[in-house]
């Protein structure tokens, strides 16, 4: 059983930054995509950004293009969100995703298989 544990988000000003970080409980992240989503109440969890196994390969949804950067430590298990700029429609609770896969990555929520438990960010205008 994968387990990913989020960790960093709270309440900023609009303009400024947060940084959130997901652990995955497993023995290596080589061949594990991942990903980060958010979901506000009442609508449907957003797709946010991908990292593939390669880490050569991101994703970003057009909304956070240029202003959040994914990244991955494969030594730490360990995924990033790196968040500048942040908007008020940013507020949202964010959750870590994985797949063990080497297929190429689909940005929405059924394709990846382990969840973590989300994150609240919550960004004041």
């Known amino acids: 059983q994968v387990q990913l544990v989020e960790s960093g988000g709270g309440l900023v000003q609009a303009g400024n930054s947060l940084r959130l970080s997901c652990v995955a409980s497993?023995?290596?992240?080589?061949?594990?995509?991942m990903a980060w989503f958010r979901q506000t109440p009442g609508k449907e969890r957003e797709f946010v950004a991908a990292?593939?196994?390669?880490?050569?390969?991101?994703y970003y949804a057009d909304s956070v293009k240029g202003r959040f950067i994914i990244d991955r430590d494969n030594a730490k298990n360990t995924v990033y969100l790196q968040m500048n700029s942040l908007k008020p429609e940013d507020t949202a609770v964010y959750y870590c995703?994985?797949?063990?896969?080497?297929?190429?990555?689909?940005?929405?929520?059924?394709?990846?298989?382990?969840w973590g438990q989300g994150t609240q960010v919550t960004v004041s205008s």
């Open positions: 990292v593939g196994w390669s880490k050569y390969s991101s």
């Open positions: 995703a994985a797949k063990i896969s080497l297929a190429p990555m689909e940005a929405r929520p059924s394709w990846f298989d382990y």
């Open positions: 497993l023995r290596t992240l080589s061949s594990v995509t």
